[in-house]
């Protein structure tokens, strides 16, 4: 049952991060017009330093990650989207627990453009653009 403090008047659904970078304008628009979110919801700063930096000599992620998943259980409600990128294992785990609660997890596609600029002394200098072009929801 969902707390009546949680519920919507319009029951539109949120879009909760679980990302290691700030949304691009983009990112925000085609959140609002494709997935419908009333609103965008970022974890508070150590839930967003505990995602960003999983170390890797670890070897029990679910422990680790068990405060995020908290948050995300306390702040979500089921058929919220969740957008989840970042650490591989951090990411297969918390699509499992988006699952589990009845979220929609979802990552960003994009498009990357890169530019090789040969240098002088036989260098190569690389550039990567990257634009948004969709969500895709994650498959069970």
Not at 82 to 109: C, D, K
Not at 121 to 130: A, L, M, P
Request: hydrophobic fraction near 40%.
């Amino acid at each position: 049952m969902i707390p009546l403090s949680r519920l919507s008047c319009t029951d539109m659904p949120n879009l909760i991060l679980l990302f290691n970078h700030c949304l691009t304008k983009a990112q925000e628009l085609d959140a609002h017009l494709s997935l419908r979110v009333e609103s965008i919801i970022e974890p508070p700063p150590d839930i967003g330093t505990l995602w960003a930096q999983v170390p890797p000599d670890i070897d029990d992620l679910g422990t680790y990650l068990e405060p995020i998943f908290l948050w995300l259980e306390s702040e979500a409600r089921p058929g919220d989207y969740v957008l989840v990128q970042g650490e591989f294992g951090a990411t297969w785990l918390a699509v499992q627990e988006a699952f589990r609660a009845n979220m929609i997890p979802v990552y960003s596609t994009t498009r990357r453009d890169a530019m090789e600029e040969h240098m002088f002394d036989g260098r190569v200098e690389t550039r990567h653009i990257f634009s948004h072009v969709r969500y895709r929801r994650y498959s069970t």
